[in-house]
């Protein structure tokens, strides 16, 4: 392939080789291409922070347990689970801000925690945690 005039080898040649150009732009046309979706497509999310210190209880809460078998307690007194809403409803009234900590056993059913979630969403409570221990300290 001959990139000069035919014949002519002592003139310079006038034509722009546009074929890298053309290469080099199409090479990054196709890194934008799938780069692009990446970057538009983030979704922005507010992290919450978390700490590995102990949170102290405060005294507006209530610390509701429930152990292996099912039985449950409202501050080491027991309590039936029908009996419950009415005690939420009561605290509530004395203390409109008040914090429910929930202690559950590792052998209690999942059904029997999730009631008494459901009647502590259901009585009012706006604040609910879990109560657990570290790794490692058992």
């Not at 001959?2 to 546009?18: C, K, L, Q, W």
């Not at 590995?52 to 509701?64: A, C, F, G, I």
């Not at 900590?101 to 059904?111: P, V």
């Amino acid at each position: 392939m001959a990139f000069g005039r035919m014949g002519d080898t002592s003139e310079p040649m006038s034509d722009m080789n546009v074929i890298p150009l053309v290469d080099v732009m199409l090479v990054l046309l196709v890194i934008f291409i799938i780069t692009a979706p990446v970057i538009t497509h983030s979704v922005d999310l507010d992290l919450p922070q978390a700490t590995s210190e102990p949170v102290d209880e405060l005294p507006d809460s209530v610390t509701l347990s429930l152990d292996g078998s099912g039985d449950l307690y409202w501050n080491n007194e027991s309590v039936s689970l029908g009996r419950l809403p009415a005690r939420l409803r009561e605290a509530l009234e004395t203390q409109p801000d008040i914090v429910i900590y929930l202690r559950a056993d590792r052998d209690t059913r999942y059904e029997r925690l999730a009631r008494v979630m459901a009647e502590v969403r259901q009585s009012g409570v706006s604040r609910m945690a879990f109560v657990s221990e570290p790794e490692g300290e058992q």
